[in-house]
């Protein structure tokens, strides 16, 4: 059985930092791409973060500069390194996999993990 923990989050001042971590089980992550969403409240989810299986990352022009993702496929983890964070950051932040590589648009995901809430204050 698949499951996915993601933890890391809480609050934290503008222009801080948190690191989210997204733990797997049931599945080896060396085939799998790790995707980082988020969901603000009243908004649609959208994916900011992903790393491929080959290591190759892609980023939300939004977080670009901020966002860090990066993989541990020995402890089947995933990593989102997040600083300078800003008010708009605020959201329940989601892992999910995909088999080799996210699309484009970030569609497609096969699991997910139930999520772990990062609040930014002003």
């Known amino acids: 059985q698949v499951q996915l923990v993601e933890s890391g989050g809480g609050l934290v001042q503008s222009g801080g930092s948190l690191k989210l971590a997204c733990r797997g089980s049931?599945?080896?992550?060396?085939?799998?791409?790790i995707g980082w969403f988020r969901q603000a409240p009243g908004k649609e989810r959208e994916g900011v973060a992903c790393?491929?299986?080959?290591?190759?990352?892609h980023y939300v022009d939004s977080v670009k500069g901020r966002f860090i993702v990066s993989r541990d496929n020995l402890e089947t983890a995933a990593y989102l390194q997040m600083d300078n964070l800003k008010s708009e950051d605020t959201a329940n932040y989601y892992c999910?996999?995909?088999?080799?590589?996210?699309?484009?648009?970030?569609?497609?995901?096969?699991?997910w993990g139930e999520g772990t809430l990062v609040t930014v204050s002003s």
């Open positions: 790393i491929n299986s080959d290591g190759n990352t």
């Open positions: 049931g599945f080896t992550l060396d085939n799998y791409a």
């Open positions: 999910a996999t995909k088999w080799k590589s996210c699309d484009r648009d970030y569609g497609g995901m096969d699991f």
